[in-house]
């Protein structure tokens, strides 16, 4: 039977989300890619307890992860119920509904009844009787947001989510949203977005500017490019890399050689601030306080330890960060 590490919350750095009660630790455990049915369990094991024994309290999944979906939470579901059924009060689980999960026109987007069909089948697969934080995951042009957000509100009216979050929204639909889930007194406090040395739309389209003023957190995915934010493909392509595995994500038509040789650049700064580019990157997106939590993918055991250093290090000088945005914003 597992059994946690006593010095688990020793050196993880934990950040309220926006004005809530709730703290993140800084770096969460994403289940987006290596906890699907192609996958091997007892490495699913080891990652979940390698984040554990190391502050990593947060897991965040969705309804289509996988392959197949769903499988993503049908296995955490047996993790949770072999090795941490002691443990659930320190474990943050998120998920998220919004994205296309079964046949017919009730099985997508944003309507009251996908996202509360969805949440029960996400509880059941995983065994919960309530998630932690329940996510839209991508604005619906289509249904009303009142809607939505009614779903959401009515997620954790039922006590089947503590918190709402929003997912791929941008700032003019966020602040909308805020004002319809503040009047149905519904606990939102966060938003997961995309958001990377190399991707800034959450710059641009307005989302982290309003998440900070009107105080709600931010946790960014894809924090590495899909791993382009590190030295593994600086040499070539590895076997064993996510790109010879599945290429849905991350093609070898993305390592353009002026791709190659931005990483190359910031990978010497990161080596001149004794980081690997890896540390520097997620370093570089809590720099300023505005983002609450980065979210890794990792394969391997070792790669969440080294993911974890970048918080030895989440300073930069102003010197840096106008070289980092001449090399990337090309």
Known sequence: ???????????????????????????????????????????????CFTAFDNGITHFDLANNYGPAPGSAEKNLGIILKENFGSYRDELIISTKAGYDMWEGPYGNWGSRKYLLASL??????????????FYHHRMDPETPLEESMGALAQAVTGGKALYAGLSNYDGETLEKATRILEEL?????????????????????GLKETAEKLKKGIISFSPLAQGMLTDRYLGGIPEDSRI??????????????ERLGQIQKLNEIAENRGQTLAEMALGWILRDGIVTSVLIGASK??????????????????EELNLIDTIALV
């Open 1 to 47: 039977m597992y059994q946690a590490s006593s010095t688990r919350y020793q050196d993880m750095k934990y950040t309220r989300c926006g004005n809530s009660g709730l703290q993140l630790p800084a770096v969460s455990l994403g289940f987006w890619h290596n906890f699907g049915d192609t996958a091997s369990y007892e490495n699913m094991k080891q990652l």
């Open 120 to 133: 029960d089948q996400s509880l059941q697969r995983m065994g919960l009787d309530y998630v932690d934080i």
């Open 185 to 205: 007194h519904c606990p939102f406090i966060i938003n997961q977005n995309r958001y990377s040395i190399f991707d800034r739309t959450i710059e641009k389209n």
């Open 244 to 257: 010879k595995a599945d290429g849905r994500f991350l093609n070898a038509s993305s390592l353009t050689q």
């Open 301 to 318: 055991p070792s790669q969440i330890l080294d993911n974890i250093g970048a918080l030895r290090n989440t300073s930069f000088t102003n």
